[in-house]
């Protein structure tokens, strides 16, 4: 079955630094755009930064430019997100977002908490 499993998450100071993984299964990882999204408490959830499937480019939300990278491996079914300089604002719980061919899957989220 169709699996995303996020990890990395914690507890990390402001300033400091922290990589995301999304292992994926279950589906031709290659031929989906990769996202990572994220929810604050009491707030929507937002889209962070997407690879896409063929050629890998990439794109932030105006918050995460200059700090996030996304990434993916296609040989190994992994999309990353490496989070430099973290703020408190970016506190949340991060999901690993899969979209392709009609379908659309989510990972079960990873809490990341930034203390100033």
């Known amino acids: 079955q169709v699996q995303l499993v996020e990890s990395g998450g914690g507890l990390v100071q402001a300033g400091g630094s922290l990589r995301l993984s999304c292992a994926a299964s279950?589906?031709?990882?290659?031929?989906?755009?990769m996202r990572w999204y994220r929810q604050a408490p009491g707030k929507e959830r937002e889209l962070v930064a997407t690879?896409?499937?063929?050629?890998?480019?990439?794109n932030y939300a105006d918050s995460v430019k200059g700090r996030f990278t996304i990434s993916r491996d296609n040989a190994k079914n992994t999309v990353t997100l490496e989070m430099n300089s973290l703020k408190s604002e970016d506190t949340a719980v991060y999901y690993c977002?899969?979209?392709?061919?009609?379908?659309?899957?989510w990972g079960q989220g990873t809490q990341v908490t930034v203390s100033s």
């Open positions: 977002n899969a979209r392709g061919g009609g379908f659309e899957y």
């Open positions: 279950g589906f031709t990882f290659r031929s989906y755009v």
């Open positions: 690879v896409t499937s063929i050629v890998g480019s990439r």
